[in-house]
């Protein structure tokens, strides 16, 4: 079932190609439902090109735009907008058709794609802090969407497990480790360690070099030391793990960065003999003289010291997701500080005749109250599992004021898909690159844009379900009559039209606004119109409406990762 959007886009093109006119303008949902339902900029683009009058090109438009089966008699609004008012039948039959498509129409991609989807990808020996949600759910939300679209995706946790870090925590793992400690919190005493360790290095050249010496002794492949990185790596993968399971993350693969190591050398070679990359004061490094931005920004890929870096496994992790993965497309998800890095990355793959769709997907930052990067009072990072405990915790609240009579099964489960979902959904109801401040109380709002008003909305839905005595609804079509369901069966069709549009920039906000719209269309319909209590046909089409409306807020919220209570 195609889109009323593409059905009108269509319609336009060969509108324009009868009126001996070049393609241009598009056909937006209007921004006013004074407009009617869509609307086209067409006319004014083709005026503007040409210095013709945009009203009388509308006019050659509209003489040929056939769409009397979809659409009202189109107007031309304004200085050359054409208005475009759906047909109450067009909607009943589309929205009839959506009742029993489990994808409510939305369209599998006409060319599936084979997506590696790099995000989360946490740093081992660290806690995982607040900033590292954006990454985790703006990935997921891609990654979910893009599997809805029929695109083959594996995500790909790409942890950093290997680094110069390792010399400083095996030293103070050796010198200062406190075992009881390490059973009590992991993580907590490997930090300790490695700031205890960082400070003494500081200070006293001695430790410096000790701390290099066991970092040669781990690269080198010691038993000692290779043992105690694992330790270390596998303390934090549970720890990773923990976090992931509270999220309802999972990935396909875990591929660290020390999964590449054996490929390093060969990567490096394979670059001097091409000539992409040549040897400057001792390091080996590719140089991009004939981009301006990036002339005085070579990337090296050995050091002069003879070690390699995070570039040269990324090069390696090119090669992996291409040759072994058989990936066409490569999606990074990382905070803005990495541009530079991937534009290397990608511009050293493109030179090696790689051809893939490279893209890094970038986020800003989540902010204090304080409109600062988010800190604790003694200015520390916010560890991620304090913030996902202190979610549930006051979803927890909100549901004994709310429903004090839940079982305590019910209540915890539902805490915590309120608290997670609150997280997740302030997050991604926000464009990327927006920095934003958290604010439990906003995203715990069950008023306004937030996760718990639209799990509230579906609540609402399936409570008007349970006192029908029916679990859903079976009706065969739906009859439109007022405004307001008419404008709620609209927006029901708009799901398909939203949900692939998120990808074009990587914007789950897009899926966020709609499903926002969706809920706010829902209750002015079920104030205007009384569904349990009409008359048939009235009541059937009503109670399909509302049961559309809940199963699409329930899908667009899976596809943001989030999940929906039954009762809250
Ligand atoms: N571990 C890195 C960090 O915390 C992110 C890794 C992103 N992916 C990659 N292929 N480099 O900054």
């Not at 324009?16 to 439902?33: K, R």
């Not at 695109?151 to 095996?170: A, E, K, L, S, Y």
């Not at 839940?406 to 690159?433: C, N, V, W």
Request: charged share 25%; glycine share 6%.
């Amino acid at each position: 079932m195609e889109t009323f959007q593409a059905r009108l886009a269509r319609k336009l093109a060969d509108a324009l190609a009868a009126a001996d006119l070049p393609q241009a303008g598009d056909v937006t949902p209007a921004t006013d439902p004074r407009f009617g339902d869509y609307q086209t900029n067409a006319a004014l683009v083709l005026a503007k090109q040409r210095g013709e009058n945009p009203r009388a090109v509308a006019q050659r438009i509209i003489d040929k735009f056939d769409v009397a089966e979809l659409c009202e008699l189109p107007q031309i609004a304004g200085a050359g907008f054409i208005n475009l008012t759906l047909r109450s039948d067009a909607l009943e039959e589309q929205t009839s058709g959506l009742l029993h498509d489990e994808r409510f129409g939305v369209a599998t991609a006409a060319t599936p794609k084979r997506i590696v989807i790099d995000f989360g990808s946490p740093n081992v020996a660290k806690p995982m802090h607040v900033g590292h949600i954006r990454s985790i759910v703006l990935g997921d939300a891609m990654a979910r969407i893009a599997q809805f679209l029929g695109h083959d995706v594996i995500r790909d946790n790409h942890i950093g497990d290997w680094g110069t870090q390792f010399g400083m925590v095996i030293w103070g793992w050796k010198n200062l480790l406190d075992r009881e400690a390490l059973e009590r919190g992991p993580i907590a005493e490997l930090v300790r360690v490695y700031k205890a360790t960082n400070e003494r290095s500081a200070a006293d050249p001695a430790v410096r070099d000790a701390c290099r010496e066991e970092l040669v002794k781990l690269q080198g492949g010691n038993a000692e030391n290779f043992a105690i990185w694992q330790e270390c790596v596998g303390l934090s993968m549970r720890e990773f793990a923990r976090a992931y399971e509270l999220l309802g993350i999972r990935y396909d693969i875990q591929r660290g960065e020390s999964f590449y190591n054996d490929r390093l050398p060969g990567i490096v070679d394979r670059l001097l003999n091409s000539g992409l990359a040549e040897i400057s004061e001792g390091a080996v490094c590719v140089f991009f003289r004939d981009i301006p931005e990036l002339a005085d920004k070579p990337c090296i890929i050995r050091k002069s010291d003879g070690g390699f870096n995070y570039a040269t496994t990324d090069i390696a992790t090119v090669d992996y997701r291409l040759d072994d993965l058989h990936r066409d497309t490569v999606w990074i998800e990382t905070g803005a500080p990495q541009q530079l890095h991937f534009r290397q990355i990608f511009e050293i793959a493109r030179r090696e005749g790689r051809h893939a769709d490279f893209r890094h997907i970038t986020h800003g930052n989540i902010l204090g109250e304080d409109r600062k990067l988010m800190k604790t009072r003694s200015g520390e990072n916010v560890a991620l599992q304090d913030v996902l405990d202190e979610a549930i915790v006051r979803a927890r609240k909100i549901i004994e004021e709310k429903n004090p009579d839940l079982d305590e099964a019910e209540k915890a489960r539902t805490a915590h898909i309120i608290g997670i979902g609150a997280i997740k959904y302030a997050d991604l109801s926000q464009f990327r690159m927006t920095d934003y401040i958290f604010s439990w109380d906003r995203m715990l709002s069950l008023q306004g844009n937030t996760a718990p008003y639209l799990q509230n909305a579906y609540v609402r839905i399936r409570s008007i379900f349970r006192k029908a005595g029916v679990d859903d609804n079976s009706a065969e079509s739906v009859t439109l009559i007022e405004a307001a369901e008419r404008n709620l069966a609209k927006r029901l069709c708009q799901f398909a039209e939203a949900v692939p549009s998120v990808l074009n920039d990587f914007r789950p906000n897009i899926l966020a606004n709609y499903l926002f719209e969706l809920a706010n269309s829902f209750h002015a319909f079920y104030e205007a119109c009384p569904v349990l209590k009409s008359e048939e046909p009235a009541r059937s089409s009503r109670l399909a409406l509302c049961g559309l409306t809940a199963r699409v807020l329930q899908r667009g919220l899976d596809l943001l990762g989030i999940e929906v209570p039954e009762r809250m």
